[in-house]
């Protein structure tokens, strides 16, 4: 199956939400209880996403990947780092999402996201970026590392009623 990456516009936020929920469902199963995987809306996901299109930062960069026929299969997003997390995850930028349906895995479309996120915000100047990830999410935790990022500090809260730990990963970005 032939899959576009491209830069997400504003009719894709329908698209990006319902990924956004199926993967939590899909990826998430093992490690978060039903309840909490009951409880995701994409309704609420489409509106966050809207939100975001509302007050677009030149500097962050969303991309999503196209499967033929236009759906959305995938998407990742990145930007400088916000105030809550500066401290915490030590990083210039952080990468905000990454999810793909489980249909599309191990395709090399994970890499190609990234890599186009963290270009762009090595292009703005950003010599680092960080992320949190579950700690229990070890395919995503290989994937990271896989990709140069190196394990850092964590962190516990309280995700949807669930106590969860995560993980910083940390990328050194290449100046163009
Ligand atoms: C994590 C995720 C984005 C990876 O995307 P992907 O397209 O499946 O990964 P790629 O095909 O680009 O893999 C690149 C490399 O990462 C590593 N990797 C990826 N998935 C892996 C897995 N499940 N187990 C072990 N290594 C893995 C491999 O080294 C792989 O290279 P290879 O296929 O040549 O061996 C995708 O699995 C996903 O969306 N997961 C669910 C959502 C999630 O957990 N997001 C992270 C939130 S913090």
Redesign the pocket.
């Known amino acids: 199956m032939s899959i576009l990456i491209r830069d997400a516009v504003e009719g894709d936020v329908e698209g990006i939400a319902r990924v956004h929920v199926q ?1 939590w469902r899909e ?1 998430y199963r093992d490690f978060l209880s039903p309840e909490a995987l009951a409880g995701l809306s994409v309704e609420e996901r489409t509106r966050m996403w809207q939100k975001a299109f509302a007050q677009p930062d030149p500097r962050a960069r969303l991309l999503v990947a196209e499967a033929a026929g236009g759906e959305i299969v ?1 998407f990742a997003g990145g930007g400088p780092i916000r105030r809550e997390n500066a401290d915490r995850l030590g990083a210039e930028s952080e990468i905000f ?4 349906l489980d249909r599309v ?8 996201l990234m890599r186009g996120v963290l270009d762009h915000l090595g292009r703005q100047g950003c010599r680092s970026a960080g ?4 700690k229990e ?1 070890h ?2 935790r ?2 990271y590392e ?2 140069g990022g190196t394990p850092g500090a964590e962190q516990s809260f309280d995700l949807r009623g669930q106590p969860v730990v995560e993980v910083a990963y940390r990328f050194e970005l290449t100046q163009p």
């Open positions: 993967g990826s995938g999402a990454i999810y793909l895995k191990r395709q090399g479309l994970g890499r190609r992320l949190w990830v579950l999410n395919p995503a290989r994937f896989a990709l």
